[in-house]
């Protein structure tokens, strides 16, 4: 029978039904012929059985006119049951399958659909956490889950998953990675994150990947099969309890803009050609007073990364601006910087 989360409430509820009917149809023939011939409640129960699978062994025979009577009604009744229980399952089960069938079909039409997306291979501890921030922030995104339970739960929830292998080709394929926008390979093995890392290189240069690193030894192997960025939890979360240790204040600063408490957020944006802000200089150009929002770094195309600019920084065409601001203000800063 296909996992619960494959079959609806009702095909459930019939099944509930069915199971009462069957639950019901024995204890109305155990009763039965207890109270009319048969005196052991176990002999009773053996014949009901019987009676209902018509298998008749013939070992427990009925001798008096009630006796047969009721096992006559009772036969009516036990075949209609059994074909009602068998009806039901095999209904629930073919409905069930059409559900998933066509659901399937309907995430693949919208996988081929997606563009500039982004691609969850994992959802573990480190991928959960991942794909809430993505649904958070408004993101398409596609989850790759090799447990089917994991696959079911996440699909429940109205999320495009493919209950597949992240590290063959052929899935990474399905999931549209040649269209989209980043790749986070968040399987808890080193050597499966190599190969997704490695497969997905392979097939879309242009994709930006993240890789998990569960062991430091694989932060060069990640980074040389084609990851742009390798992160390790046990090596961050070591960091993290450095700085809550010895500088608590910093640790807690940097905990309210993790977790937006103090309505500011992190974030990139990239000088189009036909920006105003491109050939200003950042003083003129980013007002903090006007704007709200704080450049703490510009990113130049030849990779040279200018931390805490100074105003008379001039911003160039295709420079990266990481800001800290609020929404609002960093949402204007985008437009301005995208020619808008």
């Avoid at 903090?288 to 100074?310: A, C, K, T, Y």
């Amino acid at each position: 029978m296909p996992p619960p989360s494959r079959i609806s409430r009702r095909s459930r509820r019939r099944l509930a039904y069915a199971l009462s009917a069957l639950a019901g149809a024995l204890a109305l023939g155990t009763l039965g012929f207890h109270l009319i011939e048969v005196p052991s409640l176990l002999d009773s129960l053996y014949l009901t059985a019987q009676t209902m699978t018509t298998v008749g062994y013939g070992d427990v025979a009925l001798k008096t006119p009630a006796g047969r009577l009721f096992a006559l009604c009772f036969m009516l009744v036990s075949v209609g049951t059994v074909a009602y229980i068998l009806s039901t399952a095999v209904q629930s089960i073919v409905e069930s399958e059409l559900i998933a069938t066509f659901g399937e079909r309907r995430r693949s039409r919208k996988m081929s659909k997606l563009h500039n997306h982004f691609i969850i291979c994992g959802a573990g501890r480190v991928g959960s956490h991942l794909i809430r921030h993505l649904r958070r922030a408004g993101e398409s995104f596609v989850v790759i889950e090799i447990d089917a339970q994991k696959a079911h739960e996440l699909a429940d929830d109205d999320t495009m998953v493919l209950h597949r292998d992240a590290t063959l080709e052929d899935t990474l394929h399905d999931a549209g990675v040649e269209h989209a926008r980043g790749l986070a390979a968040c399987l808890p093995d080193d050597a499966d994150n190599l190969y997704v890392v490695l497969t997905a290189r392979g097939l879309n240069p242009n994709l930006h990947i993240v890789a998990r690193a569960a062991e430091e030894e694989a932060d060069r192997k990640l980074k040389r099969a084609g990851a742009d960025l390798v992160v390790a939890p046990t090596i961050i979360g070591g960091h993290r309890l450095a700085i809550a240790l010895r500088k608590p204040a910093v640790g807690e600063f940097i905990d309210s803009v993790t977790v937006n408490e103090l309505g500011l957020e992190f974030e990139q944006v990239v000088v189009e050609a036909t920006s105003c802000l491109a050939g200003q200089k950042l003083r003129s150009s980013v007002n903090r007073s006007e704007m709200d929002v704080v450049i703490v770094s510009i990113r130049r195309q030849n990779g040279e990364s200018l931390f805490n600019p100074r105003g008379e920084t001039q911003i160039e065409s295709g420079d990266i601006l990481i800001a800290i601001g609020g929404t609002e203000a960093l949402e204007k800063l985008n437009l301005l910087a995208s020619g808008g």
